[in-house]
Structure formats: structure tokens, C-alpha cells
């Protein structure tokens, strides 16, 4: 089954202890990207990777790092996360091929982390 | 710069009433790519729609329908015959050629009531 995996679902840590949301697909996309959701803001993108190695900022990436060492996995890192990343997270992947044959994005079921 | 607004946060209709949903988008790019998400309360995001800017015709599917004029950079999501499964929080999304930054709207939540 094509999808996108992210883990954990749920986090509450404590501010300033490191932390990895892992996102993973199966569908062989180049395109990969992280959304934060909060009421009242809609999704806002926080980093996104065109292929392997290729990183970056989309709208709101401070506090954030990520990596694309392989084609399927995408993990986002918060550093030292604070109260105001208390957030709900999206991964999502797509298909992009350069050309005008855009595809949708497929998002994972999201993350909720609350950090105190 | 992009942006794209949704400048109803909540609707509230009774089954059966068809309703319509605006999103109204920003940019100067002359290709671009429009997008309409739904977010059921179980949480997930589902693709409804993608629509390129050189491709003004409307589309329906099913109950579902979709208007965009480029004149007044709307793209806006009617639902006709409303069903108490539409009730959900609807994004709408813009994109440049190049797919790399997606701009998503503020988002609004429609309840359907039986």
C-alpha cells in the first residue's frame, strides 16, 4: 500500500530535549516536505527536499533541522524544542519529475507534539 | 510573494444545502497550480482537486464542484446536496511551477448539520 509513516504519532517532551519525528514513503517521490498545522494558520511549511541531499527553508523553519540522506526518509529534528513548536506536524511526499505534470502531495497522519 | 486566504474560518449549513466555499489566491507567477485538501475530524488530509493556471474550465465531480477565474483569483469549492460526512476543515493550497513551496490558506471548517 502506497503511503507515508510518521512516528511518533503523539510526543510530549520537555523543553530543550532533543527529539526526531521520522517520515518515511514507499512511493518512490522525490518530493518531500514538513507542515506544522495551528488553529487559525492553515498548514505552513517548515522544510522541504526536492530529491536526495537537497534541502530547503519554506516559510517557518527556525528551530528546525532536517536531512535527506535517502530517497524514502525524511526525519525533522528539533533541536531544542520550546513551547511554542507545540504543534500538529505533517510529512508529506509527491511525485515532481521537474515538468508541469504536477502530482498531489501525499501527507502521513500527522504528529501531535506538545511541549512543555 | 504568495499567499492564499480563506476568509471564511466556519460555516454551519443544514443537510441538503448546497454551499460554497471561497479561497482567493495572490501571486504574480503566470503558472501555477492550485490545490483543495479536506482534513475530516479524524485528522488525515485527503487530495480533492489540483488545477493548473493555463486551465479555467470547471470541474465537477459528483457533488463536488469547482470555479476558478483567474479574473478575480478565485478558486472557489461548492458542495450541492450537503452530507453530514462533509463536514471537515477544507485547505486550499497554490504552488508556483517549480513545486518546491506550497502555500496553504488558513483553512475553513464546515459543519453539516442533519
Known amino acids: 500500500e502506497a503511503q507515508v509513516t510518521q512516528n511518533p504519532r503523539y510526543l510530549i517532551t520537555v523543553t530543550g530535549k532533543k527529539l526526531t519525528v521520522t517520515c518515511s514513503q514507499n512511493?518512490?517521490?522525490?518530493?518531500m516536505s514538513w507542515y506544522r498545522q495551528d488553529p487559525g494558520l492553515g498548514l505552513r511549511q517548515i522544510y522541504y527536499?526536492?530529491?536526495?541531499?537537497?534541502?530547503d527553508k519554506g516559510d517557518v523553519p527556525e528551530g528546525y533541522k532536517v536531512s535527506r540522506k535517502e530517497k524514502r526518509n525524511f526525519p525533522l529534528i528539533l533541536e531544542s524544542p520550546s513551547p511554542n513548536q507545540t504543534s500538529l506536524y505533517f510529512c508529506?511526499?509527491?511525485?515532481?519529475?521537474?515538468?508541469?505534470?504536477?502530482?498531489?502531495?501525499?501527507f502521513g497522519p500527522g504528529t501531535r507534539l506538545t511541549v512543555t | 510573494a504568495q499567499k492564499v486566504t480563506q476568509a471564511q474560518t466556519e460555516i454551519s449549513v443544514v443537510e441538503k444545502e448546497d454551499v460554497t466555499l471561497d479561497c482567493v489566491y495572490e501571486?504574480?507567477?503566470?503558472?501555477?497550480?492550485l490545490f483543495w485538501y479536506k482534513q475530516p475530524p479524524s485528522g488525515e488530509l485527503v487530495f480533492l482537486i489540483r488545477?493548473?493556471?493555463?486551465?479555467?474550465q470547471n470541474e465537477i465531480s459528483g457533488r463536488y464542484s469547482w470555479n476558478f477565474q483567474k479574473s478575480t483569483s478565485s478558486f472557489n469549492f461548492t458542495i450541492t446536496a450537503s452530507q453530514v460526512v462533509d463536514s471537515a476543515v477544507y485547505f486550499c493550497?497554490?504552488?508556483?511551477?517549480?513545486?518546491?513551496?506550497?502555500?496553504f490558506g488558513s483553512g475553513t471548517k464546515l459543519n453539516v448539520k442533519p
Open positions: 508529506a511526499s509527491s511525485s515532481s519529475g521537474g515538468s508541469v505534470l504536477l502530482y498531489e502531495q501525499y
Open positions: 512511493m518512490n517521490h522525490e518530493y
Open positions: 527536499s526536492m530529491n536526495v541531499e537537497v534541502t
Open positions: 501571486t504574480r507567477d503566470t503558472t501555477y497550480y
Open positions: 488545477r493548473n493556471s493555463f486551465d479555467e
Open positions: 493550497a497554490l504552488t508556483l511551477y517549480n513545486f518546491n513551496k506550497f502555500y
